[in-house]
């Protein structure tokens, strides 16, 4: 098939906009609040994340504006999702209103001062330009001067609980999704575990903004939450200066200065959202609101195995990841690396009209249908190339195939072609094997 003879985005806004009405489960786009909650809570925020990893290419992290730690940030509180960075798995985002003093429900009222206090006295000498200060809320953003070029700096406090939820919070992300300078993990002499990642705003385009972060998550759940960027904003604002201010030496010791942990204890229990809505919420509950659906996913393990299992001959495999139903793989045959990755996703019969719509579709003898397609890399990897095979059952079951002439989207090629032809890209995703998965 001629590159992009089919195009996969054909009515590439209405399709994204047609899967995020449908995933969002209500969500109204001036309520950053339910936003914010949407994007923590575990079930939800996989939902949304891969019901748009659609074929593994700039949807598979569109997702992420929800409640990115890595994209998304105190900085620009009102930003709509569309236009919200795509750097990494989601993480939580800020909550501050964007009128000094106005809160949200459920808001932490801490004053604003003070954590302009705390912020002030734990980062090098430099002027200050502090947004509010007389407003509360559970976050602080401003713009800093050493003299070197402004710079956007914001922290923000968060309940996030102790169980997997929270851990996700300070994991770095995985480099062959997610381009980043350097990324540290450490669990500290308190129990707190502190991830410093040294990233962008997007991650596509190294040349814009960079964005460094310290996420310090406590050993009673709370999550302290710092950004710095190399502009005096995060969106809109050129670039001002080679790197952030702060080393990520200083960025931990900002993080972590116990004078937050402090502040943090004020947080209202109702706004823990770990997994729950601290009592808000449910059938039955306050304003009459059904918990949403369960959302069933195959087990990670079993869909990286899977996969590997489908492999042609000849194929060594070279790095592996992924989690639930999204799987990779880089594989190399002697011409050089190929990602391949799958998602398993059931119950997407909502969105099978506007997956399958448009574009190279055939439908087959037992119902199922099938699109093809080949089109350029979304992730800045020159002369990159992404061909898949997208299949969905009558019931909703869909398999989603994709590879690439390299082993990251946002490299350049190794290949001229990916590892995989299109009909081995369309074996794969029609086995039977991936129906017969253990759901969780």
Known sequence: MPQNESPQHEGFEGELGA?????????????????????????????????????????????????GAYGGSLLSPAADASNTSVAAPPKPVATTDPVPGKQLPGEARIPVKHMATIL???????????????????????????????????????????????????????????????????????????????????????????????VLLTRDGFLIDVSEYNAAAEKGA????????????????????????????????NVDMSGGAGGQGGGGGAGGQAEPPRHVEPNGAAVQSTLRSLLPKGLNVADKGGEGEYAYVVVDDGKGKSLVQI?????????????????????????????????????GGEGVVWWTADTITPEGFRVVVSAFNAGTQHEAATRSEPALTMQQLKTIALSPKWQKLPLK
């Not at 009405?21 to 609040?33: E, I, L």
């Not at 996703?345 to 093809?372: C, E, I």
């Open 120 to 214: 002030k006295s734990n980062t090098p000498a430099g002027t200050w330009q502090i947004d509010g200060l007389d407003g509360v809320g559970q976050s602080v953003t401003g713009v800093f001067d050493d003299g070197k070029g402004k710079a956007g700096v914001s922290v923000g406090l968060f309940r996030t609980g102790t169980g997997e939820a929270g851990e996700d919070q300070v994991a770095c992300p995985d480099k062959v999704a997610i381009p980043y300078d350097d990324c540290t993990e450490e669990k500290l002499t308190d129990g707190s575990r502190l991830m410093i990642l040294q990233g962008y705003e997007y991650p596509d385009k190294r040349e814009e903004t960079k964005q460094w972060r310290a």
């Open 238 to 269: 050129p670039v001002s200066r080679e790197n952030p201010p702060f080393t990520p030496a200083q960025l931990k010791t900002l993080v972590t200065a116990p004078a937050w942990g402090r502040l943090a204890a004020q947080l209202p229990e």
């Open 19 to 67: 899967i995020l009405r449908r995933t969002g489960d209500g969500f109204a786009a001036d309520d950053r609040r339910e936003l914010v909650e949407g994007g923590l809570r575990r079930g939800k925020r996989r939902l949304v994340r891969r019901r748009l990893a659609v074929t593994g290419g700039v949807l598979a992290l569109a997702a992420v504006g929800i409640g």
């Open 343 to 379: 998602n398993v996703q059931p119950n997407m019969s909502d969105v099978a009209g506007d997956l399958f719509g448009s574009g190279d579709v055939t439908t087959l003898p037992d119902g199922r249908r099938v699109k093809l397609t080949q089109q350029p890399g979304e992730k």
